[in-house]
């Protein structure tokens, strides 16, 4: 009798632990990160959007805390990927532009995501696209033991969900870390060149009238760096091929932009089907993220690269299925590539390499009320591919306003009055009224470059 009074006591005690699954009392959580590529922050409809429909990531965001001012750390692969896997900002790490798979590039010295948790004693697996510096085959730097699935194929997305069922049945009773990295709605890059997706197919785009509206931010705005148009043409109209789209053709693209997110959205489903199907759902935490957005026909602007709001802005919820998290949004700012580490440290107790930087966001799950930012900075290089043109570029973010600024061009700064100006149409920058606003963000933007050894000079 005794003894069943104190196993009830045990579960009793477990539905009060918020990362603490009764079946699970005595185990560490599970970390699962599903990430997406090029997805923009508003491309869901929980945040909002009634032109497409993602039923898998609203429920993320229906059991945990989805944040609203979440900030990739470039808005590039392969720098917001090495960001996101070393907790360092790319200027940091070195990885400032997309790099080819080749051993030897990764310092030695930079423990990778991977590596961090497995060094804790947690099994760990990669999934999907990689996009990183550093060989698949090099288990020993990244740290990830089950790797799949990471080569460009047909339906490589459509695979991933079945590759992540087997890690984690094979590792449903030991703590674990997985990475689900999605390649869409990347696809988007192929259609914008009328040509063959890599991972899915679609329908032709129906006319205009009947795709989703063009966003009020659409057409360029006034006073911006000339800088960002010149590098257009120089990358060309591979990368950019919008330069010469009409609205009818924008309007198409926004379509055709929505059901590739729904695409990956239905695999995302599959994935959390297999936590649930293994008996490991309500003793996981899940991060929805993505490596960065994508211009989605704001400011008249495809891809990504640029600092604006679409490209740089992306999805960040938290969530755990078990109902340990009140569900809500939080516009505390966040970057993916350098706070993910720091929180997935925090969740399991795996020890935290020093010298990471990023905000440990378990500590705001659990404590609404504490604010561990109030300013962000996030970085640019304007690349062809692998090639770098030398165009750099630094935003400095706060709650109201975010700061640009490029290190070339006549015009190199603009400032926006996000609260009231969320497409970042008007250019403060040119504004007498905001001198004041402007000097104290080109200041701040010095003082921290100064204070985190970031070599970017802006000449001003």
Same mark, same amino acid.
């Given at each position: 009798?005794?003894?069943?009074?104190?196993?009830?006591?045990?579960?009793?005690?477990?539905?009060?632990?918020?990362?603490?699954?009764?079946?699970?009392?005595?185990?560490?959580?599970?970390?699962?990160?599903?990430?997406?590529?090029?997805?923009?922050?508003?491309?869901?409809?929980?945040?909002?959007?009634?032109?497409?429909?993602?039923?898998? %990531?609203? *429920?993320?965001? &229906? !059991? /945990?805390?989805?944040? $609203?001012?979440?900030?990739?750390?470039?808005? =590039?692969?392969? #720098?917001?990927?090495?960001?996101?896997?070393?907790?360092?900002?790319?200027?940091?790490?070195?990885?400032?532009?997309?790099?080819?798979?080749?051993?030897?590039?990764?310092?030695?010295?930079?423990?990778? %995501?991977? *590596?961090?948790? &497995? !060094? /804790?004693?947690?099994? $760990?697996?990669?999934?999907?696209?990689?996009? =990183?510096?550093? #060989?698949?085959?090099?288990?020993?730097?990244?740290?990830?033991?089950?790797?799949?699935?990471?080569?460009?194929?047909?339906?490589?997305?459509?695979?991933?969900?079945?590759?992540?069922?087997?890690?984690?049945?094979?590792?449903?009773?030991?703590?674990?870390?997985?990475?689900?990295?999605?390649?869409?709605?990347?696809?988007?890059?192929?259609?914008?060149?009328?040509?063959?997706?890599?991972?899915?197919?679609?329908?032709?785009?129906?006319?205009?009238?009947?795709?989703?509206?063009?966003?009020?931010?659409?057409?360029?705005?006034?006073?911006?760096?000339?800088?960002?148009?010149?590098?257009?043409?120089?990358?060309?109209?591979?990368?950019?091929?919008?330069?010469?789209?009409?609205?009818?053709?924008?309007?198409?693209?926004?379509?055709?932009?929505?059901?590739?997110?729904?695409?990956?959205?239905?695999?995302?489903?599959?994935?959390?089907?297999?936590?649930?199907?293994?008996?490991?759902?309500?003793?996981?935490?899940?991060?929805?993220?993505?490596?960065?957005?994508?211009?989605?026909?704001?400011?008249?602007?495809?891809?990504?690269?640029?600092?604006?709001?679409?490209?740089?802005?992306?999805?960040?919820?938290?969530?755990?299925?078990?109902?340990?998290?009140?569900?809500?949004?939080?516009?505390?700012?966040?970057?993916?590539?350098?706070?993910?580490?720091?929180?997935?440290?925090?969740?399991?107790?795996?020890?935290?390499?020093?010298?990471?930087?990023?905000?440990?966001?378990?500590?705001?799950?659990?404590?609404?009320?504490?604010?561990?930012?109030?300013?962000?900075?996030?970085?640019?290089?304007?690349?062809?591919?692998?090639?770098?043109?030398?165009?750099?570029?630094?935003?400095?973010?706060?709650?109201?306003?975010?700061?640009?600024?490029?290190?070339?061009?006549?015009?190199?700064?603009?400032?926006?009055?996000?609260?009231?100006?969320?497409?970042?149409?008007?250019?403060?920058?040119?504004?007498?009224?905001?001198?004041?606003?402007?000097?104290?963000?080109?200041?701040?933007?010095?003082?921290?470059?100064?204070?985190?050894?970031?070599?970017?000079?802006?000449?001003?």
């Amino acid at each position: 009798m005794k003894i069943k009074k104190h196993l009830l006591l045990l579960c009793l005690l477990g539905l009060n632990m918020p990362w603490v699954s009764v079946a699970q009392t005595n185990s560490r959580p599970n970390i699962l990160i599903i990430m997406t590529d090029q997805q923009t922050a508003d491309a869901m409809s929980i945040a909002g959007n009634k032109n497409l429909h993602t039923p898998a %990531m609203d *429920k993320l965001a &229906q !059991n /945990g805390v989805r944040f $609203t001012k979440a900030y990739c750390a470039q808005p =590039l692969c392969s #720098p917001s990927r090495a960001a996101i896997m070393s907790g360092k900002m790319p200027f940091e790490n070195g990885f400032i532009g997309n790099a080819p798979v080749k051993d030897g590039q990764w310092p030695e010295d930079l423990l990778m %995501m991977g *590596k961090i948790f &497995q !060094n /804790g004693d947690y099994k $760990t697996g990669y999934v999907g696209k990689w996009h =990183l510096p550093v #060989p698949t085959t090099k288990k020993s730097q990244h740290g990830f033991e089950y790797i799949e699935n990471t080569d460009f194929l047909d339906y490589n997305d459509a695979a991933t969900p079945s590759f992540c069922a087997r890690f984690i049945k094979e590792n449903k009773n030991n703590p674990f870390l997985l990475v689900a990295s999605f390649l869409n709605p990347h696809d988007i890059c192929e259609w914008a060149r009328d040509e063959d997706l890599k991972m899915d197919v679609l329908e032709d785009a129906p006319p205009a009238d009947q795709c989703p509206p063009l966003p009020a931010n659409w057409q360029i705005p006034a006073h911006e760096p000339k800088i960002v148009r010149d590098q257009q043409k120089i990358v060309g109209l591979r990368t950019y091929p919008s330069v010469n789209y009409t609205p009818e053709k924008w309007r198409q693209y926004r379509w055709a932009y929505n059901r590739l997110v729904e695409k990956v959205d239905n695999y995302i489903e599959m994935v959390l089907a297999s936590l649930k199907k293994y008996g490991v759902e309500k003793n996981t935490i899940i991060i929805f993220t993505a490596d960065h957005g994508d211009g989605n026909a704001g400011h008249s602007w495809n891809q990504k690269q640029i600092l604006y709001e679409e490209a740089a802005k992306i999805p960040f919820i938290i969530s755990k299925m078990d109902g340990s998290i009140t569900p809500r949004t939080d516009d505390m700012l966040v970057c993916n590539g350098i706070d993910i580490i720091p929180t997935i440290c925090g969740f399991t107790g795996v020890p935290k390499p020093t010298y990471l930087k990023g905000i440990d966001l378990s500590k705001k799950i659990t404590n609404p009320e504490l604010q561990l930012r109030d300013t962000l900075v996030i970085e640019t290089d304007f690349a062809d591919n692998e090639d770098l043109l030398g165009i750099s570029g630094r935003a400095v973010i706060t709650k109201d306003f975010k700061y640009i600024v490029y290190n070339k061009g006549e015009i190199k700064e603009q400032l926006f009055d996000l609260t009231n100006d969320p497409g970042e149409i008007n250019n403060l920058a040119v504004n007498k009224s905001y001198k004041k606003q402007l000097v104290a963000m080109r200041n701040y933007l010095k003082q921290w470059c100064k204070k985190n050894g970031d070599t970017f000079d802006s000449g001003l």
